[in-house]
């Protein structure tokens, strides 16, 4: 059988795969679904009886020419930096980048891949992709450029509001200077 016919069967095969569950996970909470092989003396599951959850077996392996590759029939190698980019081979090989990659590595991971015809197996669309990935850096740097201004009006308001305090301040010092002079002049009015 050609890959393009073992691929299709494989995905068959794995329609028809049941989630294989951990036993009794569906009644207690402290049992994880994660797979484990039953070990009960008397559990139906070991025993494989009829109506009891599936266990794993050699029945549900995809076929041993497409096992552990791409959907589009490619390798998967995964990448984090130029270096594993260059030594991918394009026919046999898919590269998958890295999640723990920044954005601006993976812009320039993604622009050399597609410069030497590398396909990224986790990027549906690479020209949409950087269309996207570009305008929302744009966005971003719009948005900052915004909170930098309202910061910047926030505190020359602040300085106006300061100065205005300051000169009610003095014109309250003054005003009780003046309430002074007057209680002078009126003592020594009285005692003339």
Known sequence: MEKKDLLKLRKAIKT?????VRQDSHKKAEIKERWRSSRGLQS?????????????SKGYRSPAAVRG???????????SSQKDLEIIDTKKEGAII????????????????KE????????KDVDNFLAEIDKKLKDKKAK??????????????GKEKKKEKLSEKLTEEEKKEQE?????????QKEA
Do not use: C
């Open 16 to 20: 028809r795969k049941p989630n294989f």
């Open 44 to 56: 139906k599951m070991r025993l494989h009886r009829k109506g009891y959850r599936k266990s794993p």
């Open 69 to 79: 590759l791409h959907t589009s029939g490619l390798i998967p190698v995964n990448a």
């Open 98 to 113: 890295a999640k723990a990659v920044g954005i601006k590595k993976k812009i320039s991971l993604v622009k050399y891949a």
């Open 116 to 123: 030497k015809g590398i396909k990224i197996l986790n990027i």
């Open 144 to 157: 900052k450029e915004e909170r930098k201004k309202e910061k910047e009006a926030k505190k020359k308001e």
């Open 180 to 188: 002074k002079k007057e209680k002078d002049r009126l003592l020594t």
